[in-house]
């Protein structure tokens, strides 16, 4: 099913996430980005409109199954939009993680997820298998004494990991999940999600082929006829011919990937920090000239943003 082209609900001035999203408004997928950016937070006027979060993302089935993409620093507002930024803490949550890597803009809003606080919030976090161990392990050994004063195992929820290999497939809840390796440094999952008779693909870092060089087929797959596509756009042309193998993809080629997968709505994530809102507005205008004859609809991810799939 096509895609809507617009995002349906925006940030209209005031911060998005003190509104509540009310499940299942559209009987449909809902896609809200809380985090846009990649690499690197930032802040300032000049990222006003795109923000200066890095990754993460709300995915709201029908059902109101609550699936977080990433956990970067956007996640602190996305734990105030599903519970409550109240310093005594908001109502507890069961919630979904799908961690794409373990890279710092993908995993640092882990310890500020308000729900974690609360002993009766419930938190599954699916991510990549580690050569140096459990999952659970690896990031204990990032939230703690000295990095975070609370080790993570201390925090009051129930907090359950899984390590995911190469091509496993899984449910959460009525949602069927699908993970594949895609080229970036370090182990990297993307991910496909179907829903609600409505499919999303999730590949926020993914280093693009070089000249010559063969395509990824695992991405290809997992990107295969989605409605939706959230992929990495971090680098211009220019950009990339100095950063080839810094684990990125340019607009031209999340274009390309989008037209060869038969993707009907692309969206251009993992913003790069040194992109300010004006040149993220002629980034996206480029990406829809290109997408148009293939009659795909390009946005550019911005927090606040809803998207229906
Ligand atoms: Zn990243
Ligand atoms: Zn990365």
Redesign the pocket.
Known sequence: MPAANVPVRAADGAPPWIREVAPGTLGRVELTFYGAR??CPCAGVRYQRYGGNTASVLVRTSSDELIVLDLGTGLRALGAAVSSDHPSGGRPVQATALL??L?F??ILGLPFFGPLRHEDSVFEVYGPRQPEGELSGVLGDVVRPPFFPVPLQHLLSELRFHDVGDGEVFAIGDAKVRARVVR???V?LGYRIEADGQSLAYL??HQQPAPGEAWDHRALELCEGVDVLVHDAQYTQFELEHKKDW??STVEFAVELARRARVHHLVLFHHDPSHDDEMLDDMLEQAAKLAAPDRITVSSAREGATFSI
Do not use: K, Q
Request: no cysteine; charged share 15%; proline share 13%.
């Open positions: 990649g690499s794409t890597h890279h803009d993908h970036h440094p370090g990297t926020p870092d684990g990125h």
